[in-house]
């Protein structure tokens, strides 16, 4: 089955992502493939290189795009809620004026939703990470 | 290869909280943009985003951009009907209408019969 993820959690919780990485680790051992994933609402954060976790998290921004890296799948940040929240990519602070500030990791990418939908459109199954922020 | 999916949108947040609501709303239009059939359910404190007279100060009014549904071709609507109750809340004081209430039978079976379900 082709599986797409969205994350919408709050990354200050250190736990928070291990659900959502474990899934998508294990759905890939399982042979089904993963399309991509997206990240919403506090998640854009993973995407920040400015944001560091404590010595002794996990650094997820890494662990997803190690994965991304073995076993090709688009990471997303939603283009909205990643400037609302100061996560923007090189395209995004020329086109703000604001050269030299962007702060995502190479790795990741700004996105409209309509890519997201476009994806979902794809997918057999749509699983979302993150209940109450 | 992409398909039209049947996507169902569970409001379950109070209006004015936070940004989530706006952020899956403007999710639901998009998905509609797609062609996708997309329903909606108004459960828990989401009903309270249906209410008429609402009068923020200073930040968009709710119930305004919920009546642009209609215009993306949005026209099944539903209330979970305990959570009205619950809450001494009516179908008439709502700004959309027809809203279907549901037991919560009826939700869960609902629910069976799309492809995808986004949540605020």
């Known amino acids: 089955m082709k599986y797409v993820l969205l994350l919408r959690y709050d990354i200050r919780h250190p736990m928070a992502g291990n659900t959502a990485f474990h899934f998508a ?18 998640s854009v954060h993973i995407a920040n290189v400015l944001a560091m976790p404590a010595q002794d998290e996990t650094a997820y921004q890494k662990s997803w795009a190690d994965l991304a890296e073995k ?45 997201f939908v476009a994806l979902c459109s794809q997918a057999d199954r749509v699983i979302t990470f993150g209940g109450q922020p | 290869m992409s398909k039209k999916k049947k996507i169902l949108f ?3 947040k109070p209006p004015y909280e936070s940004a989530l609501f706006q952020e899956t709303l403007d999710l639901l239009f998009v998905c509609s943009a797609f062609e996708h059939e997309v329903c909606v359910i108004w ?27 209609p215009m993306y ?20 004081d709502c700004i959309l209408n027809p809203i279907t209430p549901l037991s919560d039978l009826e939700m869960a079976a609902l629910i ?9």
């Open chain 2, 10 to 12: 569970i409001f379950k």
């Open chain 2, 112 to 120: 069976e019969t799309h492809d995808c379900i986004f949540t605020d």
């Open chain 2, 73 to 92: 071709g949005i026209e099944r609507y539903f209330a979970q009907e305990s959570a009205l109750l619950d809450r001494g809340l009516s179908l008439a």
């Open chain 2, 43 to 69: 459960a828990g404190d989401g009903l309270f985003s249906l209410q008429k007279n609402q009068a923020p100060e200073k930040v968009k009014i709710i119930s305004q951009l919920l009546l642009t549904l």
């Open chain 1, 25 to 42: 680790e294990t759905l890939i051992q399982m042979n089904h493939t993963l399309l991509g994933i997206f990240l919403m609402h506090e």
């Open chain 1, 71 to 115: 076993h090709p799948f688009e990471i997303s940040v939603c283009q909205t809620a990643g400037i609302r929240r100061g996560v923007i990519d090189q395209i995004q602070a020329q086109q703000e004026g604001m050269t030299h500030k962007e702060n995502m990791h190479e790795s990741y990418q700004l996105a409209g939703l309509g890519q």
